[in-house]
Every structure is written in structure tokens, then in C-alpha cells.
């Protein structure tokens, strides 16, 4: 077993690794992680995997997300055998484990190695692309992504530094999240616009990225 401490706000994180016995016999990898923070109710619980919903209104305009993580890890965790549970009470902190089948290892060929693959010929580059993403992984995933392609890319965490990014430099194209704390997507379009009308400028193409693919807010994107 391993166990690393972290932290997240106020409350430390906890991660232990453990190899267990599943429900057919299976050797299973279970991933445990831990925190003391302020729980769950049975209620919240019971809308943990639910898309597109958090345990409290509040989380997204605090924290950011959407509400799709969990959603999205437990079909990915049951595609490969596994699953995702997790324990909670109010007050006392929450445990999530990830539980995933032991596969061996696939063997590397010598002389492999992981470069990255020269820019796409087809792609219009080198395009000058400001991306506004929260997500730490996802903010790395877009720009690696576009980085492959050719892009000139700065990623910044919210709407407030987009702002201040746009001011400070030219850019071809704007990639934001609509959901973000501080600002988000939306309101960001809306005070860029805003800007660009007083100035009289020109306006920058504006993509809008988001796991929500309601009309509604297709609606309300096309509106910003």
C-alpha cells in the first residue's frame, strides 16, 4: 500500500493505493482518495454521478466545473471493469475510490520514444490563440493539442486574466470554457464585445467550449 498526503483548500487529501480482490475474483487496483472537508448528505450523494449536477449550487460559481467529472470518470472506470464509490457524511469528510482491473503491462519496443509529431501541413497556422480554461489539466490539454498544430498558445485560468491578456496582446482566436469562476465564458464574451464596439475594433473569433450541449445553452452562447 502507498499512501500520499495533499491538499486542497483548508482540507488535506489523502491517496492510498491498494490491490483488492473484486466482485469475481479479479485482482482489482483501488485507488482511494480522502479528504476531512465538509461531507456530503445522503441527498447530495445520491446526485453525485448525475450529469450535469453538483452536491451544492454554490460549488460551480465557487470552484468552477460543471458537474460532468464523475459522471464521466464511472463510465470510463465501468468500460474497463471498474467502478466509482464513494462514502460521505457532513461533516466528516468523503471517500472516493477508484477500482480498476490489473492488466499487464504491454511491452516497449527498444528505440521507442515520445516525440511530439511535426505540425499539421493542412492546419492554417502558426495562428496566435489565447485559451481561457479553470482546469488545470484540461488548460495543458488544449494547449499541447494546439501546440501540435503549429499554435502560438497562452492559456490562462479565468475570465478576469483573459481580460488583462487581451489588453496586454494581439490574438487571432479566443478558445474559453463557459463555465469559470470570477468570470465565466459568457460574461467574458459579453464585456469583450462590449469593448470592442467602444473602440471601435475588430472582433475576435470567439470559440465557446463546453460539455453542455443543451439548445439552451447553444442558445445562450450564440447570444454572447
Known sequence: MQQTPGHRGDFPVGLAVTSV???TGKQMMCFAVSDSGIGMSPEQLGRMFEPFSQADASTTKLFGGTGLGLTISRRLARLLDGD???E??????SVFRVHLPL????????????????????????????VAEDQKTNRWLIEHQLKRLGCSVTAV?????TLAALDAAEYDLLI????????DGLELTRLIRAAETARGT??????????????????????A
Open 103 to 130: 492488466l499487464p503491462a504491454a511491452p516497449v519496443a527498444a528505440g521507442t520514444d515520445d516525440k511530439t509529431p511535426a505540425a499539421d501541413p493542412a492546419f492554417p497556422g502558426p495562428l496566435r490563440i489565447l
Open 84 to 86: 466509482i464509490t464513494v
Open 157 to 161: 485560468e479565468n475570465g478576469r486574466v
Open 176 to 183: 474559453t470554457d463557459c463555465h469559470m469562476p470570477e468570470i
Open 202 to 223: 475588430s472582433r475576435i473569433p470567439i470559440l465557446g467550449l463546453t460539455a453542455d450541449v443543451s439548445t439552451e445553452m447553444r442558445a445562450r452562447c450564440f447570444a
Open 88 to 93: 460521505s457524511k457532513p461533516g466528516q469528510g
Open 21 to 23: 480482490a473484486g466482485p
